[in-house]
C-alpha cells in the first residue's frame, strides 16, 4: 500500500490526474474458481427493483399512476417477483402498497416485496402496509462494510450484526402479530456486500439464517449487493462463488444478486455472477436506479434470449416497454440503449448496409430452400445479433442513409419500401445522386426523400420522349412488331416499326423519327416482377449508349414500372433517353 502510494507519487503525471488517490481492487483467493467454464443454460429468478431502487433515484419519483401503469407492465412482461417500494419511507410508498393489496391488483402466481432498513417503528410500519395480502417477501438491509461502520454506524463488527439478527427478529415478531393471513417470505441484503470481508458477510448471514431458520418450503433470500460497483466482473464473480460455499444451508437459501452499474459493468458481472452460482437477479428495466443505475434487465434478458435460453421475460414489444418506462420515470431510454434504442438496429455506414443487404436476402433464400418461413429460420445476419422483428421492430429503420452509406443502402431503401431490385450497375449510378445530395446538404436523406429523387430521375421524366400508348406489340415470322404513340418534343407520333425484341422495335422507330438524335444502342436489359398475383407489376431496368446534345455519347439508366412488361421496357428505354437529354 504505502510502495504503491510512492509509486504513484514519484510518477510524473503525463494525464494530470490524481491518480494515486485510488487503490486497486484487491483479487480474491480463489484459484479452484470453477465459475469461467460454467455457460448459462437457464434464467434465473427475476426480481424488479423499478418500483424501489429505481424509483428512490427519480428526480420525479412516479405519482401513483405513473407506479400502477410500471407494476402493470412488469406484470404483463411475466415478471414473478416484484419490489414495489420502502413503505415506511413515506405515505405515498404506503398507500401504493395499501392500494396494490386492497385493489387485489398482485396475481396468485407474482410475489411483491418491500424494503425496510432494521429500525422496529420502520419494520413494523412496513409489515402493516401488508395486511390482507396473500403471500408477499419482507426485505431487509444494513451496512456491512468497514467504511460504513466507522463513518455512518460509528460501530464495530458484533453490533452491526446485532442489528441485522435483531431487525430480523423484530420482522418476524411484527409479522406474527399483523399477519396471521400471509405467508411471508424473507429476504436479507448485507448492503455494500462488494466492498465488505467476505468472512464477515457469511458470519453476519449465516446469524440471520440461524433466526429466520430457512429449511424446505422456507427459504432465505440472501441478495449480495454490488451497491457500488467497485471491481472488475471477475471479481464478483469469485466473491459470490466463495460465498456460496461457505453457506451450511445452501439448499434452503436463495442466492440473490443485486448489482449496480457504476463501473459500466454491471451487466457482465452479473452474468459471471450468474455462471458463479446466483439463482436470482434484482434489477430495473434499461438500467434506473441509483447513479449509474442497477443493472439493467432487459439487456440482461434478452442476452440469455440471443443465446437461445428462454428468458422467462416477454420482450417481444420492446418500443412499447420502452414508451412505458420513459412515461413512468419520466427519463429517456438512449437511442443506442442494447436492444431497445431507437438506432441499435440501424445501420448508416456502406459497408455495414452492403454486408446486411446480402445477409438478409441470403436468409430469405436459406429459409425457402428450407421449406419454412423465415421468421422460424435460425438467425444469422451480419451485423444483427438478433432479429429486429423478434422485438417487434421492421426492418424500415435497419439501413438509413447519410453521406457515409454506400450503393447497398440506398439499393436496400428502394427494395425494402418499393420493392424494385436495381441492377448493380444501376445502383452505383443512382448512388452518385444520392451521394451528392448527402455531401451537398450533409446529414441524412430520409426514405421518402430518396424515393422522390429516384422517381425524379428514372420514372417521372416526360421530355422529350413520353410514352402514350402501346396499341399492340406481338410476334410474327420471327419478328417483334410495335405499334404506339409516342409524344415527340410535344408533337404525338404514332410509331410502326419491328425490330427482333419490342424495345429494338421501339429504337428502330425513333431512329427513323430522328435518326441521329435518337441513335442509341442496348448494353444490358433486366426485369422482374413486383408483386405476386394477377395485379401484378413488372420493372424493367435497360442500360443504353446514348448520344448527348453535346455530340458526346453517355451509358444511362433508365427504368419503367407497369402492369405490362413490355409496355415497362419500352418506358425503361425512354426514361434513359429523356435523362440523357
Ligand atoms: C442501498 C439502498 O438503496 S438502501 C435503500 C435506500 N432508500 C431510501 O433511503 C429511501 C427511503 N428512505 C427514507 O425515506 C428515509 O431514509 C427513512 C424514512 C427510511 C429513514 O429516515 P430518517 O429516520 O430520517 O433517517 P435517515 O434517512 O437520515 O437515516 C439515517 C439513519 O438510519 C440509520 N440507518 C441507515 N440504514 C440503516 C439500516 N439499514 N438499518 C438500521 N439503521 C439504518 C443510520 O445509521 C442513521 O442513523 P442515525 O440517525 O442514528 O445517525
Ligand atoms: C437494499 C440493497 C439491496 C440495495 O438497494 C443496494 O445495496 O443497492
Known amino acids: 500500500m504505502t510502495l504503491q502510494h510512492e509509486r504513484h507519487v514519484n510518477t510524473q503525471r503525463p494525464g494530470g490526474m490524481p491518480t494515486h488517490r485510488y487503490t486497486p481492487f484487491p483479487p480474491i483467493d480463489l484459484p479452484d474458481r470453477t465459475w469461467p467454464s460454467a455457460t448459462i443454460t437457464q434464467a434465473p429468478r427475476w426480481l424488479s427493483t423499478d418500483l424501489r431502487d429505481g424509483n428512490q433515484a427519480l428526480i420525479d419519483p412516479m405519482s401513483p399512476a405513473r407506479k400502477m401503469r410500471m407494476f402493470e407492465l412488469l406484470v404483463q412482461m411475466g415478471y414473478k417477483e416484484i419490489e414495489v417500494g420502502f413503505p415506511s419511507a413515506s405515505e405515498t410508498d404506503f398507500s401504493f402498497v395499501r392500494q396494490l393489496v386492497e385493489g387485489d391488483h398482485v396475481p396468485e402466481d407474482v410475489t411483491i416485496s418491500v424494503l425496510t432498513q432494521a429500525r422496529e417503528d420502520l419494520i413494523e410500519r412496513t409489515v402493516q402496509s401488508l395486511v390482507g395480502i396473500h403471500h408477499a417477501n419482507i426485505h431487509m438491509y444494513n451496512a456491512l462494510a468497514p467504511l460504513f461502520r466507522r463513518v455512518v454506524f ?26 396471521d393471513k400471509t405467508v411471508i417470505g424473507y429476504e436479507y441484503s448485507p448492503e455494500i456486500f462488494t466492498s465488505t470481508e ?59 444478486l443485486h448489482p449496480h452499474n457504476d463501473r459500466g459493468t454491471g451487466v457482465a458481472a452479473t452474468e459471471l455472477a450468474m455462471m458463479a452460482g446466483a ?5 430495473c428495466l434499461f438500467g434506473h436506479g441509483e447513479r449509474t443505475g442497477n443493472v439493467d434487465l432487459v439487456t440482461l434478458g434478452m442476452n ?6 428462454e428468458p422467462m421475460i416477454d420482450f417481444s414489444d420492446i418500443d412499447e416497454i420502452r414508451r412505458t418506462v420513459e412515461y413512468c420515470t419520466q427519463l429517456p431510454v438512449h437511442p443506442r440503449h442494447p436492444y431497445a434504442g431507437d438506432l441499435v438496429y440501424t445501420a448508416f455506414s456502406g ?36 432479429d429486429p422483428k423478434d422485438v417487434g421492430r421492421s426492418y424500415e429503420a435497419v439501413i438509413r442513409v ?28 443512382f448512388s452518385g445522386a444520392v451521394q451528392k445530395h448527402t455531401d451537398g446538404e450533409g446529414g441524412e436523406i430520409s426514405s ?42 410535344g408533337t404525338a407520333q404514332r410509331i410502326e416499326s419491328s425490330g427482333n425484341g419490342p424495345i429494338n422495335a421501339l429504337l428502330n422507330g425513333l431512329a427513323e423519327v430522328d435518326g441521329s438524335r435518337f441513335d442509341v444502342r442496348l448494353l444490358d436489359y433486366a426485369e422482374h416482377a413486383l408483386s405476386a398475383g394477377g395485379d401484378a407489376y413488372a420493372a424493367a431496368y435497360v442500360e443504353l449508349v446514348v448520344p448527348t446534345s453535346h455530340g458526346t455519347e453517355d451509358v444511362l439508366w433508365g427504368v419503367g414500372v407497369h402492369e405490362n412488361i413490355v409496355t415497362a421496357s419500352l418506358q425503361a428505354v425512354i426514361s434513359a433517353v429523356n435523362r440523357a437529354s
Open 448 to 489: 421518402a426523400d430518396i424515393w422522390s429523387a429516384f422517381r425524379a430521375e428514372y420514372l417521372d421524366r416526360e421530355a422529350p420522349l413520353k410514352l402514350d400508348e402501346v396499341h399492340s406489340s406481338g410476334t410474327r415470322d420471327g419478328r417483334d412488331y410495335l405499334d404506339a404513340t409516342v409524344t415527340i418534343d
Open 304 to 309: 440469455l434470449f440471443s443465446q437461445g435460453v
Open 198 to 256: 467476505l468472512p464477515y458477510s457469511v458470519e453476519v448471514c449465516e446469524a440471520v439464517s440461524d433466526v429466520w431458520q430457512p429449511e424446505d418450503g422456507r427459504e432465505i433470500i440472501l441478495n449480495l449487493p454490488a451497491t457500488v460497483e467497485v471491481a472488475t466482473p471477475n471479481v464478483y464473480a469469485d466473491q459470490i462463488e466463495w460465498f456460496g460455499r461457505q453457506l451450511t444451508r445452501r439448499e434452503n437459501t436463495v442466492i440473490s
Open 402 to 429: 447519410n453521406s457515409q452509406s454506400g450503393k447497398g443502402g440506398v439499393a436496400y431503401v428502394i427494395k425494402s419500401e418499393h420493392k424494385l431490385d436495381l441492377p448493380r450497375r444501376l445502383q452505383i449510378e
Open 279 to 283: 439463482d436470482r437477479v434484482e434489477g
Open 351 to 386: 459497408s455495414h448496409q452492403d454486408a446486411i443487404k446480402k445477409g438478409l436476402e441470403a436468409l430469405e433464400a436459406d429459409a425457402a430452400a428450407a421449406g419454412h418461413p423465415v421468421e422460424e429460420h435460425p438467425w444469422e445476419a451480419p451485423y444483427l445479433p438478433i
Open 154 to 179: 460509528h460501530t464495530g463488527k458484533d453490533e452491526i450484526k446485532d442489528i441485522a439478527v435483531r431487525g430480523t427478529e423484530l420482522v418476524m415478531k411484527h409479522s406474527e402479530n399483523w399477519l
